[in-house]
């Protein structure tokens, strides 16, 4: 969790140090309340605010913490896990098309298209690999370390392990004039934070 120096009460956050992978809550005063999302299984989940909390309140009825909570982590690398996903996606479309044809009727071209996408997922699962381990060397790497003004963070919602995005596209429903957050399984430029 957060250092204090010299604090007296949770309440001056101005005065604690943030470290990577500390634990930290989001509260918007304009809401009022926390920032939370407490769906796990959709690709991209929507976040909102839980007006019903309010904070300073001690044992705050907050139906799960973890929804809540968003660990701070620096930036991660994620084309490879990107380009894994899409062609595991061709690999299954090709396949999914051989299936709907007849046995009689495939055509070379097809399993030799499939064989090419099958050498491809290898290739690229194998370079999923050292990016996981790479973000997990910078991880450790940086472990503890304050954070300073201008560093690019992202926030990992700890109920579904997915980073808070904005949604560059997207029109939030409540204030049209700005983007929409969400929660992403996959990190990237639109999860990525600069501490001010």
Known sequence: MADTDDVDGPTQVLAQKVRMDDYIALYCDGGPGFVFSQITSETQSKMAVASQVTKGVKNANVPNIHAITFKVMGKTKSEAI??????????????????????????????????????????????????????????????????????????????????????????????????????????????????L
Not at 107 to 134: C, F, I, P, Y
């Open 82 to 195: 990107k380009s894994l996903r899409k062609t595991e996606q061709q690999l299954k479309e090709i396949t999914n098309k051989d299936k709907d044809k007849d046995k009689d009727k495939t055509g070379t071209q097809d399993e030799s298209e499939k064989k090419r996408l099958e050498r491809r997922v290898k290739t690229a699962e194998e370079r999923a690999e050292r990016e996981k381990e790479d973000n997990e060397n910078d991880r450790t790497e940086n472990c503890g370390k304050v954070l300073t003004y201008g560093q690019t963070i992202q926030l990992q919602h700890v109920l579904s392990n997915k980073f808070l995005v904005a949604r560059t596209k997207e029109v939030s429903d409540l204030e049209t004039q700005n983007m929409e957050m969400g929660l992403s399984e996959i990190s990237g430029k639109r999860s990525q934070f600069i501490v």
